[in-house]
């Protein structure tokens, strides 16, 4: 755990850090915004499983409030026209997403415990996994989950922290996830903080 440790503090103490504490404030001002904002960061979410966190960018840019607006088919045209790789299916999890928005504003802003909200996200909200979840949680705001993508786990099975699993079953996911926590603490970071510090060292990219 030292390289990767060391490798950290180093970023720490470079320039990227005053990039990735502009983008915690980002995240964070988020949950305060309107339903359709948040709703539009939640289909970012939903848009980003097995696709590149930069396309989904420029989907989320092009499509707007789009997300709230169109109907199934017309966002999946659009989907389409925008070169993203699954429309059909993310354009049916989008629109039926649409049916829980006022539960979703009344949970992120009512629960005390996010942990059961991630819960809630995951068994709710068709096309999220705990991934997906956990990235919609991080982006508006909350600090105390990991989002594993395969950035995070190449980047812990380089350093031979863990063996790269085959799936990420809840049971994995949660044990990657105490693993951060502890990497977290001993840089003083939170996991928010420790997964953009983890993706820029995979990326050189500090993105969302």
Request: charged letters at 30%.
């Amino acid at each position: 755990m030292k390289e990767l440790l060391d490798t950290l503090n180093n970023l720490k103490n470079s320039g990227i850090n005053l990039s990735i504490r502009e983008r915690i404030g980002e995240f964070r001002k988020i949950k305060e915004k309107s339903l359709t904002e948040i709703f539009n960061e939640l289909c970012f979410c939903i848009l980003t499983a097995n696709c590149s966190a930069e396309k989904c960018i420029e989907v989320q840019d092009r499509i707007g409030n789009g997300f709230s607006d169109l109907n199934e088919q017309d966002l999946s045209l659009q989907l389409k026209k925008f070169g993203y790789r699954f429309p059909n299916i993310r354009a049916k999890y989008i629109a039926k997403a649409r049916e829980s928005q006022e539960e979703l504003i009344r949970r992120i802003r009512s629960d005390t415990d996010l942990f059961k909200l991630r819960e809630w996200l995951v068994k709710d909200i068709k096309g999220l996994g705990y991934k997906e979840a956990s990235h919609f949680l991080r982006n508006i705001g909350f600090t105390d989950i990991a989002i594993l993508d395969f950035h995070i786990i190449d980047l812990l099975t380089k350093f031979n922290l863990i063996e790269k699993p085959k799936a990420l079953s809840k049971t994995k996911y949660l044990e990657i996830e105490k693993l951060l926590r502890q990497i977290a603490e001993k840089l003083n970071l939170n996991l928010a903080e420790l997964d953009l510090y983890m993706w820029f060292t995979e990326t050189g990219k500090v993105l969302k």
